[in-house]
C-alpha cells in the first residue's frame, strides 16, 4: 500500500533570513569592478581591521566559515591527535566534530542552568592530563563565564557564532578567549553569507594562524611551504559583504533586540518561559528561544508549522548526535533543556504582523 506524501502549508513565517541594503550591495559592486574577487587584497584586511575595532581585539583574520574558524584556532593551539578538548553537551555539533577533525578527543561536559552555557565547575571536574583547550560556546546569544574559565588555567576558544552584539560584564562579546570565533552564516545578526573569523591578541597565536589559513606559505616565500596548512581565507566579495553589514552593526543588533522585545511582551512567559540571563551578562538575540514541557513542544511545533510558522526545536544534546555516540556523557541539564526549547522565527526587520501571527499561534496551541 502506497503512502500519500504530507504536505505541509508554504511557509508564511520563516526562521530567519538576512537583511542586506544598499550599503552592501555598493560594497561589492565596487569589489567587482575593482577585480578583487579573490582572498587576498585590502578588501578583507578591512573587514579584519573592522571586526577587530568593533569587539576590540588586536587582530582578526577572516575565513571561509566558522566551522574552519573553529579549526584554525584549535590547530593553531597546537591541538591533534591524543589531546583532549573539553565542549559543552548543549550546542551545534560543529566544536565538538571539528575537534575530532583534527585528530583530538572530545569531552562533552553539562551547562549551567542559569545561563545554558557551559558549566566552569563541570569544566574543572573533566580535566586529565591530556586537556589542551575549552572551548565555550555562547550559545544563543547569551556569553560564558569567561572570569570563571580563564581562572581554571586551559586555553579557552570562544564560540561566539551566535553572540553579535552581545556583552560579558560591560565589554562586547568576541574578545573574551585566548581565541574568538564568529560565524557570519546567513541566519546571523551579523551576515556575509557563509564566512567567519578568529580574533586574537596574541601576535604568536595570529602568525601561527595566518600560516596555516594561507597553505603553510608567508608573502615573504611565496611557494615556499613552511608547514601543513589550508586554504581556509574568505573571499573579497564576501568580505563586501562584511563591510556594509559592520557599518550596520548597531542597526542590526537592535532590530533582533526588538524582534524579542516585541515577542516577550505578545508571549504568556507562564507558559513559553524566555532563556535565562545572567545580571553580568547582556544577551543579544539570535534566534528567540522560549521553552515549554517536554510532552507539550511536538504538538505546539506541529500547530506552528500549521499556520505557517517555521519554528523549530532547538538541536539534541552533543551526547545523542551519531557521530558522537562513542563519547558518552551524564549532561542532565542540557539534555533537560534540549527536549523544552524552541526557536521562533527571528531576523532584522521583521514585520509585526508576523510577530503577532506567532504570538497568535502560541496561544491557539495552548487553547488545543
Given at each position: 500500500?502506497?503512502m500519500?506524501?504530507?504536505?505541509l502549508?508554504?511557509?508564511?513565517?520563516?526562521?530567519?533570513?538576512?537583511?542586506l541594503?544598499?550599503l552592501?550591495?555598493?560594497y561589492?559592486?565596487?569589489?567587482?569592478?575593482?577585480?578583487?574577487?579573490?582572498g587576498t587584497?585590502?578588501?578583507?584586511?578591512?573587514?579584519?581591521?573592522g571586526l577587530?575595532?568593533?569587539?576590540?581585539?588586536?587582530?582578526?583574520?577572516a575565513?571561509?566559515?566558522?566551522?574552519?574558524?573553529?579549526?584554525?584556532?584549535?590547530?593553531a593551539?597546537?591541538?591533534?591527535?591524543g589531546?583532549e578538548?573539553i565542549?559543552?553537551?548543549?550546542?551545534?555539533?560543529?566544536?565538538?566534530?571539528?575537534?575530532?577533525?583534527?585528530?583530538?578527543v572530545?569531552?562533552?561536559?553539562?551547562?549551567?542552568?542559569e545561563?545554558?552555557?557551559?558549566s566552569?565547575?563541570?569544566?574543572?571536574?573533566a580535566?586529565?592530563?591530556?586537556?589542551?583547550?575549552?572551548?565555550?560556546?555562547?550559545?544563543?546569544?547569551h556569553?560564558?563565564?569567561?572570569?570563571?574559565?580563564?581562572?581554571?588555567?586551559?586555553?579557552?576558544?570562544?564560540?561566539?557564532?551566535?553572540?553579535?552584539?552581545?556583552?560579558y560584564?560591560?565589554?562586547?562579546?568576541?574578545?573574551?578567549?585566548?581565541?574568538?570565533?564568529f560565524s557570519?552564516?546567513?541566519n546571523?545578526?551579523?551576515?556575509?553569507g557563509?564566512?567567519g573569523?578568529?580574533?586574537?591578541?596574541?601576535?604568536?597565536?595570529l602568525?601561527?594562524?595566518?600560516?596555516?589559513?594561507?597553505h603553510?606559505?608567508?608573502?615573504?616565500?611565496?611557494?615556499v611551504?613552511?608547514?601543513?596548512?589550508?586554504?581556509?581565507?574568505?573571499?573579497?566579495?564576501?568580505a563586501?559583504?562584511g563591510?556594509?553589514?559592520?557599518?550596520r552593526?548597531?542597526?542590526l543588533?537592535?532590530?533582533?533586540?526588538?524582534?524579542?522585545?516585541?515577542?516577550?511582551?505578545?508571549?504568556?512567559?507562564?507558559?513559553?518561559?524566555p532563556r535565562?540571563?545572567?545580571?553580568w551578562?547582556?544577551?543579544?538575540?539570535?534566534?528567540?528561544t522560549?521553552?515549554?514541557?517536554a510532552?507539550?513542544?511536538?504538538?505546539?511545533?506541529?500547530?506552528?508549522?500549521?499556520?505557517?510558522?517555521?519554528?523549530?526545536?532547538?538541536?539534541?544534546?552533543?551526547?545523542?548526535?551519531?557521530?558522537?555516540?562513542?563519547?558518552?556523557?551524564?549532561?542532565?541539564?542540557?539534555?533537560?533543556?534540549?527536549?523544552r526549547?524552541?526557536?521562533?522565527?527571528t531576523?532584522?526587520?521583521?514585520?509585526?504582523?508576523?510577530?503577532?501571527?506567532?504570538?497568535?499561534?502560541?496561544a491557539?496551541?495552548?487553547?488545543?
Open positions: 500500500m502506497s500519500r506524501p504530507v504536505t502549508p508554504p511557509v508564511k513565517v520563516p526562521l530567519a533570513r538576512p537583511n541594503s544598499a552592501e550591495r555598493s561589492v559592486q565596487q569589489a567587482l569592478e575593482d577585480g578583487w574577487i579573490s587584497g585590502g578588501i578583507v584586511s578591512r573587514f579584519e581591521e577587530s575595532t568593533r569587539v576590540g581585539r588586536r587582530h582578526t583574520i575565513v571561509a566559515n566558522g566551522t574552519l574558524a573553529l579549526e584554525l584556532a584549535l590547530r593551539l597546537g591541538v591533534g591527535p589531546d578538548v565542549v559543552p553537551a548543549f550546542t551545534f555539533a560543529a566544536p565538538a566534530t571539528t575537534v575530532l577533525a583534527v585528530g583530538a572530545p569531552v562533552l561536559v553539562d551547562i549551567d542552568p545561563t545554558w552555557t557551559i566552569p565547575q563541570a569544566v574543572r571536574a580535566l586529565t592530563g591530556r586537556t589542551k583547550a575549552v572551548i565555550a560556546v555562547d550559545v544563543l546569544g556569553p560564558a563565564d569567561y572570569d570563571a574559565l580563564r581562572d581554571i588555567g586551559v586555553p579557552v576558544i570562544q564560540d561566539a557564532a551566535e553572540a553579535h552584539g552581545a556583552r560584564k560591560g565589554s562586547l562579546v568576541g574578545g573574551q578567549g585566548d581565541a574568538s570565533v557570519f552564516h546567513a546571523k545578526a551579523i551576515t556575509t557563509e564566512g573569523s578568529v580574533g586574537t591578541d596574541s601576535d604568536e597565536l602568525s601561527v594562524m595566518r600560516l596555516l589559513a594561507n603553510g606559505m608567508t608573502p615573504k616565500k611565496p611557494y611551504h613552511e608547514v601543513v596548512g589550508r586554504n581556509f581565507r574568505m573571499t573579497s566579495l564576501t563586501s559583504l563591510l556594509g553589514q559592520l557599518d552593526w548597531d542597526e543588533i537592535g532590530a533582533r533586540r526588538d524582534v524579542a522585545r516585541r515577542y516577550t511582551e505578545r508571549i504568556d512567559a507562564s507558559v513559553y518561559a535565562p540571563t545572567a545580571s551578562a547582556e544577551y543579544s538575540c539570535w534566534l528567540h522560549v521553552t515549554t514541557t510532552e507539550r513542544r511536538p504538538a505546539v511545533l506541529d500547530h506552528l508549522r500549521s499556520r505557517g510558522v517555521d519554528a523549530r526545536a532547538v538541536w539534541p544534546p552533543l551526547h545523542e548526535q551519531p557521530v558522537l555516540a562513542p563519547y558518552t556523557a551524564d549532561c542532565p541539564v542540557a539534555q533537560e533543556i534540549a527536549s526549547a524552541f526557536w521562533l522565527p531576523y532584522a526587520g521583521m514585520p509585526d504582523t508576523d510577530i503577532d501571527l506567532v504570538a497568535d499561534a502560541l491557539e496551541a495552548v487553547r488545543k
